[in-house]
Structure formats: C-alpha cells, structure tokens
C-alpha cells in the first residue's frame, strides 16, 4: 500500500524558514517523481514543485521560485521540501504527491500545514 | 501559464441526480488533463487522467470527456459520498495548473 506522510509544519514568522518532510512507502520511490501541491485557507490547490525520480531535474512555480528547494534522499525514502524567505501568502497545507503515469498525481498524503505569522 | 476555469463554482443537486461539471482552458491542453475529488479536511483524490481514463477504484458512475480546451466531468447517479469539491488540472504545460475547483452540494 502506497503511503506518503508529511512532517515538519508550523508556526513561523515571517522571513522564517521550515523544512518539510514526506515519508514514502509501499513503492519503489526512486523510480517516481514526486511533487509538492499547496492549498491556502479556503482556497484551491497550487501546484509548488517537482522533482525527477534520480533527482537530476526540478521544477518550481513561479511564486516559490529562489525561495524553495525541493529535494529527495532516495536511500531514506524520503522527499523534502526547504522553504526559507516565508511570507504570509506561503500559509497552506502542504502535500506530497507521487507522480502517475504522466504529472498527474495518483497518491497524496495528508498534509503538513504551514502558517506564517507574526 | 494555461489557466483553468471551473463552472460552475457551486452545483446543488438531489442525490441520485445527475451532476456536470465543466472545465475550461485557456489554450488546448490536448487530452492531458485529470479529475480530482476533495473532501473537507481530507488530501485530493485522482478520479480521472487523460481526460476519460477512470482511476484505480474509481467507479463507473464517473466519467469524463472532452479534448483540447473543453472538458466534462459527469456524475452519473450522485451518492452521498460524492458531496464534495472536484479540480480539475492540466499536464500539458509548465507550469502544471488547476481549476478553482466546484463544490457539489446537497
């Protein structure tokens, strides 16, 4: 059974920094893409940023671009998400989610929730 | 950037209704396009891809259809579970995008 857990959310002030964390199992994580989708209080979802199975590529949107790096440790199973320069705008709950068979998103954790306040 | 227009924002049908959503990009995205349902407080499930192809244990009653820049989600029979907001998102483009989304309601 595919799993992904996310961890490393909070509470921080602005210009602040988190690293974000997603655990996977149940599949071969090296072998899939991966990506970071956010969503902001009562709003829609936001596509952050993707990163290729062996880590070589990375993409990000434009809005979290310089400020965010996305990252893999495929020993450890495990994606990352370093997000340094916060803003308000940046609050949201923030999932992990495996890449299907084109970039569409076929398992989703449950989310870490970042919040960005004084 | 493809932006994605969902209408409409709020669909009130009956259960056992059927319900249609749309989805609209602002340039051809092709097939590539997927469904995803949201449910309060739960992660986004994938309902469909390539614009009709159903999901892993999705059931029939969900459908999809479409190409280019216009596109249809149809719940044929709505369930109780089926209460909820549905996106749709383009993969044919960088950056990968998503519709506001339309929240079915009772």
């Known amino acids: 059974e595919v799993q992904l857990v996310e961890s490393g959310g909070g509470l921080v002030q602005p210009g602040g920094s988190l690293r974000l964390s997603c655990a996977a199992s149940g599949f071969t994580f090296s072998s899939y893409d991966m990506s970071w989708v956010r969503q902001a209080p009562g709003t829609g979802l936001e596509w952050v940023s993707s990163i290729y199975g062996g880590g070589d590529n990375t993409f990000y949107a434009d809005s979290v671009k310089g400020r965010f790096t996305i990252s893999r440790d495929n020993s450890k199973n495990t994606l990352y998400l370093q997000i340094n320069s916060l803003r308000a705008e940046d609050t949201a709950v923030y999932y992990c989610a495996k890449r299907g068979p084109d970039w569409f998103w076929d398992y989703w954790g449950q989310g870490t929730r970042v919040t960005v306040s004084s | 950037e493809i932006v994605m227009t969902q209408s409409p924002a709020t669909l009130s049908v009956s259960p056992g209704e059927r319900a249609t959503l749309s989805c609209r990009a602002s340039q051809s995205v092709s097939s590539n396009l997927a469904w995803y349902q949201q449910k309060p407080g739960q992660a986004p499930r994938l309902l469909i891809y390539?614009?009709?192809t159903r999901a892993t244990g999705i059931p029939a009653s969900f459908s999809g259809s479409g190409s280019g820049t216009e596109f249809t989600l149809t719940i044929s029979s709505l369930q109780s579970e089926d209460f909820a907001v549905y996106y749709c998102?383009?993969?044919?483009?960088?950056?990968?995008?998503f519709g506001g989304g339309t929240k079915v309601e009772i």
């Open positions: 390539g614009a009709s």
């Open positions: 998102q383009q993969y044919n483009n960088w950056p990968l995008t």
